[in-house]
């Protein structure tokens, strides 16, 4: 318990000196590139070798509490969070799922379904069987003379 | 069709003109009404055969829902790549952007294809883009062999094609889908027929991946970005399955004879790759190889050529198609995190991922086919007429679904449960956009099982 503490914490200690270094790597890059040019932290991922072998990052989180994966820039970052929902969920998903629910009968095949239980019921109701032997009047179908071949 | 493709090709001054903060914004706005708006294919025009708006481009029932995955894919794929993109100089990012964009152009104009030879352009164009993906974004040096594997055994397979095309085009004097349907059945019956035979199919069989010339899948999966792994697996897969469909129309007489051995190369598939998956450490490689046992059962229903084959071929393609998708992005959340694919690097996620733990269980379950999702649909419908054309596929069948139940359940118990390794300190939290890629991976797979004639192909 007490190994796991001092791990836990160890890890803490790192993750805010890391911070502490990257606060600052972020503030450059964005003066940099608010002047229109990719700076050098742009390109690479900040190198903090000596206390994190390599794998150093920064944390949105530190900047933006709030941070929901879109953008660095605060604002944008919750305005592309709203639109990407909106035009997802409500758009998308929601008309997109209406429209289809409520697509016209293809092939008439609901409307079949229908038609063939309503016959069904009235069928057995009549006592009738439910489909004739003959389907098609016998009388009035012409066929060929068997001489004729 | 044209009032997809115009907005899809407005996306490319998008990417370049809109101000270089909003661009991942703008775009996703795009490509999300595109999708909106892509639904109104499903609406049908005419009661049978095609609803086309002219001689060259078209859709019929089988292309349509192909048609808005593809457009239902690049938000997704924009969404999923936005984190690991957005660190590099803004024309790399458009740049990126613009090749997803350019992905989804030609699969649009390949879907809609009327003409088999425009479609074959297309479907030789997506290599492109996939191929500038994988190598140059990929994460390690190994990308560049996979991507040469890739476009290899592509190029390799789809060389006879053309060749089998051209001849098709000189026997039929046309190669338009619209007519080629109504051609009388061709007698082929020399080795040269034959040989045909396998030129016209070998080039989807590769693309399927079928057990045997799959080996370039995997590599590339692994090797590539995020959206390069998305697209793989739900549209490019699909890609081999669709032209096989439509190869399968015209090769009627021969191919009662001649899929005998590829059925059974493609069910011995199903078996192998899902036995491949149970001994993976890599998790890209493990939903890589899920991916290719899934398809040899897709590539099973087409070969075996009856209505619920096709039908059940093309609900298992789409409904894999948004479910492996959801595996990738799932699995890059872990890696953009730990930085590591190694699955027994990343164990115990759950105690503190607890909400992308149930995404991890919601996509596993999918992938092995829960009952109400169209991935169980797909499957029995495969299986059932398999097993009407033979009764011992059912051994190979049953034996692959046990499989697969086996090797998603791996999945979920290597990378969620058990205990966390010591070395995972600090962590990022999810991010709204992770959960928000999910959820519009997973709900539409739920929401296709109330609906699922829209996806039964020729028979809706």
């Not at chain 1, 660095?72 to 998903?93: G, K």
């Not at chain 2, 919601?362 to 398999?386: D, F, K, Q, W, Y």
């Not at chain 2, 499989?403 to 969620?416: E, G, N």
Request: with cysteine; net charge neutral.
């Amino acid at each position: 318990m007490a190994s796991q503490l001092s791990r836990v914490w160890s890890g803490l200690c790192r993750a805010r000196i890391n911070s502490a270094h990257l606060r600052r790597a972020v503030s450059q890059s964005r003066t940099s590139s608010a002047a229109g040019a990719a700076s050098v932290t742009d390109l690479q991922p900040a190198a903090h070798a000596d206390d994190s072998h390599g794998h150093a990052e920064v944390n949105p989180f530190d900047k933006n509490p709030d941070y929901h994966g879109f953008s660095d820039d605060p604002f944008i970052d919750e305005w592309n969070m709203r639109l990407a929902f909106f035009f997802s969920i409500s758009m998308a998903i929601v008309i997109g799922g209406t429209f289809i629910h409520y697509l016209p009968d293809h092939g008439m095949r609901q409307w079949a379904r229908r038609e063939a239980e309503r016959l069904v019921v009235l069928r057995e109701a009549q006592g009738l069987p439910l489909i004739d032997e003959n389907y098609y009047d016998p009388s009035k179908i012409v066929l060929p003379s068997s001489s004729d071949e | 069709m044209l009032k997809i493709l115009i907005p899809t090709i407005m996306l490319f001054p998008t990417i370049w003109l809109s101000p270089s903060k909003w661009v991942w914004t703008t775009t996703t706005l795009q490509s999300l009404i595109i999708a909106l708006v892509s639904l109104s294919w499903i609406n049908w025009s005419s009661e049978t055969g095609w609803a086309s708006s002219n001689l060259y481009m078209g859709t019929d029932p089988l292309s349509t829902p192909l048609l808005v995955l593809t457009c239902w894919l690049l938000p997704l794929m924009i969404l999923a790549s936005q984190n690991h993109i957005k660190a590099e100089p803004i024309a790399r990012q458009r740049n990126y952007i613009t090749l997803l964009a350019s992905l989804q152009t030609f699969l649009i104009m390949a879907f809609g294809a009327t003409e088999i030879i425009m479609f074959y352009i297309m479907f030789e164009a997506t290599l492109i883009p996939t191929l500038i993906i994988i190598t140059r974004w990929g994460n390690q040096a190994v990308r560049l062999s996979a991507g040469t594997y890739f476009l290899f055994y592509t190029l390799a397979g789809s060389l006879p094609l053309l060749v089998a095309l051209l001849l098709l085009h000189q026997n039929t004097g046309s190669l338009s889908m619209l007519i080629i349907q109504y051609s009388q059945p061709m007698a082929l019956s020399s080795w040269g027929d034959k040989i045909w035979w396998a030129g016209c199919l070998i080039a989807f069989l590769v693309k399927m991946p079928l057990y045997g010339v799959h080996l370039w899948l995997p590599k590339a999966h692994v090797e590539a970005p995020v959206a390069g792994s998305m697209v793989l697996a739900t549209i490019l897969l699909k890609l081999g399955g669709y032209g096989m469909m439509r190869m399968m129309l015209m090769l009627d007489p021969l191919s009662k004879d001649m899929v005998y051995p590829v059925i059974a190369l493609a069910l011995w598939g199903v078996l192998m790759t899902g036995s491949i998956c149970l001994r993976q450490t890599d998790l890209k490689s493990l939903i890589a190889y899920s991916s290719v046992s899934h398809m040899g059962l897709v590539a099973g229903g087409i070969l075996i050529q009856t209505p619920w084959g096709f039908t059940g071929a093309l609900v298992l393609m789409i409904a894999h198609g948004l479910v492996s998708s959801a595996l990738f992005c799932l699995a890059n959340t872990t890696y953009e995190r730990t930085h590591s694919r190694t699955m027994i690097l990343a164990r115990g996620m759950q105690i503190i991922f607890p909400l992308t733990a149930v995404w991890w269980f919601l996509s596993n379950l999918a992938n092995l086919a829960l009952p109400p999702l169209p991935n169980l649909m797909g499957e029995l419908v495969i299986i059932t007429a398999l097993f009407n054309w033979s009764p011992w596929t059912l051994i190979l069948t049953g034996a692959g679904t046990l499989i697969t139940a086996a090797y998603s359940l791996y999945l979920f118990l290597m990378s969620q449960r058990g205990p966390l390794p010591q070395h995972i300190i600090n962590l990022q939290p999810f991010h709204t956009r992770e959960h928000l890629l999910m959820i519009l991976h997973l709900l539409p797979v739920a929401l296709l099982i109330t609906k699922p004639e829209i996806m039964w192909g020729w028979w809706y």
